[in-house]
């Protein structure tokens, strides 16, 4: 008498995935992934099915429905490996990306031939920034799926951006023999195209592609960035402002909502609260370290490379990485939530100030474990770790690690303001403001103003390295921060470049390093003078203090 209804729903349920079929083969996935919510609506829960159904969710946005759905799947079948990629889609979108490669890692170890999962990780590993990674992910997919052209557009793309322009024109040409609309390939092309200087190609692939309204509006803010290149290079500093200025001007329209809501505060707010707070703080609790200083560390010799982005932190870490007793972090930021917990108000500074020994040990401790888990190991080693703007962060590092030392860069702030603007950088709340030159001078400005409280207030060792005296006398500047260090000169070290090509860069200068010293990044805001004229007063000081010719 009981078997009766589970019959049923079994003859149901086959009969769905009947109709499922029919339709995803004639009518695709949209049509197919409507249909499975009726099916489920009908009672149906096979995994095929439910993942069907978190498809229709997350076209339409709703990624943290369709992973209910999945999560549903994944009990019937936990090592599915369609099921653990569209979970990892799902987790990526909700910017949960360690789980997320987590999950694409699971998929790939039930199926280790999954090109799709290949890609997908790839490309959450591009925007971690881990290029090399990325790269070698993309590069199986395509091998594994030939019919996958993005798999290759976006290896052309980051050898573009690697500086690599023969590199990047082959794969983009391979592609676009296969898809000649394909976008990535051609930026990608136009890209290589500027880093050879044939300016001519490179302007008609641009041309064309701003013709081309269906874009997606990312890769046309790309696309102007590119045309800022090229005027740059064809000495049309106007038209190449004007381009920089309508890329930025959109990025920042899309992003105004995340980090510029009414009532966020700012990265330039919390910069402007740390100096209220710090100009009338008692000095004497930072002298006080709640671990003993020179103490057993994790490392060697713990340094912070700090400063403002487009500084020289790149170019700096690079040569001292390639010295045999250095390892070195790339921006990665391991004290992001020890700020969020000690620097945000009055009340957490307080804390600070007077953190004791057990807290403080939980949260150094916290520290070197992230430290490992982005595959860095610093025992026995001078330890770099190079975050540009951990120079917003510095009471953390005297209370937490109280024998740390601070490498800090510095170049020409004019020169510094304009690279922030004409760059890409991945979005968040500090590159948000280098959307405007107003923006990043006022940032910039509250910043070292920051800075020079630190340097009065915290006891830690800092050594400054000016960015055009490591271009104009390498071995000597470059000397003097390894002398810092406690290390003596390698000669490797004049290897740098090669060396930073073998590792993979993962920040806007790469292509600039890879290629060696050169003065190319020298005094360029000269020709935007005109442009970056309502900014000049606001640097003046700065240029003044730092000893650059004003």
Sequence with gaps: ????????RAERQQQWLVQLDLVLRTQGLEAAGRLALQAIGDGVDHPAVLNLAASTHFGEGRFEDALDLLRRAQQVAPTDPQLLNSIGLC????????EALQAFDNALRTNPNMASAHFNRGVLLEELK??????????KAASLDPNNVDATANIAWLDAQAGDAPSARTQAQRVLERAPSNVVARMALASAELLSGDLNAAGARLSALTEEQWIDPVDQTIVLGLIGDLHDLEGRPAEAFAAYQESNSRLKAMNAARFAAPGTTTALDLVRHLIAWFEIADPEPWREFPLPRHASSEAKMHVFLVGFPRSGTTLLENVLAAHPDVVTLEERNCLESASETYLASPESLERLARIGPAEASLERESYWSKVRRFGVEPQGRVFIDKL???SVALPLVAKLFPDARILFAR???RDVILSCFRRRFGMNPSMYQLLTLEGAAAYYDSVMRLSEI???ILPLPQHIVRYESLVEDFEGSAGAAVNFLGLEWDKGMFDFAQKARDRGIATPSAAQVTRGLNREGQGIWRRYREQMAPVLPLLDPWVRRF????
Excluded: H
């Excluded at 008498?1 to 049923?8: F, H, N, V």
């Excluded at 987790?91 to 360690?98: E, F, T």
């Excluded at 881990?130 to 070698?136: F, I």
């Excluded at 000893?547 to 004003?550: K, L, P, R």
């Design 1 to 8: 008498m009981e078997e009766a209804p589970t019959a049923t």
């Design 91 to 98: 987790l990526k979108s909700l910017g949960r990306r360690d």
């Design 130 to 139: 881990y290029p090399k990674e990325a790269r070698s992910a993309y590069e």
């Design 388 to 390: 540009p703007l951990a």
């Design 411 to 413: 170049r020409d702030p």
């Design 454 to 456: 630190y340097r009065e």
């Design 547 to 550: 000893g650059y010719d004003s």
